[in-house]
Nanobody, 116 residues
């Protein structure tokens, strides 16, 4: 099982990035997939989640209306489209796959830096 994030980088405030989480060893459509982020000195927080049924359960209040989580079952990949980025979105972004009771995997993270 492996999750590989990509798409991070340096972007100016107001810009956009699209993160990808490519999965191998399992089929993402059968699992709850999530994006988390962790900024320096802060706890890791949930950004967005999509269930195995494809119903988006929630977004962090701070990203509602700006971020969109989606899944491409054919590519076995989950995405996070981030628009109107703000400096406070700067963090290491992680992908997570969960299926109760014991399947719980994390990717290695991709850095997003929002700065002028």
């Amino acid at each position: 099982v492996q999750l590989v994030e990509s798409g991070g980088g340096l972007v100016q405030p107001g810009g956009s990035l699209k993160l990808s989480c490519a999965a191998s060893g399992f089929t993402v459509s059968y699992y709850e997939m999530s994006w988390y982020r962790q900024a320096p000195g802060k706890e890791r927080e949930l950004v967005a989640r999509i269930t195995s049924a494809g119903v988006i359960t929630n977004y962090a209040d701070s990203v509602k209306g700006r971020f969109t989580i989606s899944r491409d079952n054919g590519k076995n990949t989950v995405y996070l489209q981030m628009n109107n980025l703000k400096p406070e979105d700067t963090a290491l972004y992680y992908c997570r796959a969960v299926r109760i009771p014991r399947f719980d995997y994390w990717g290695q993270g991709t850095q997003v830096t929002v700065s002028s």
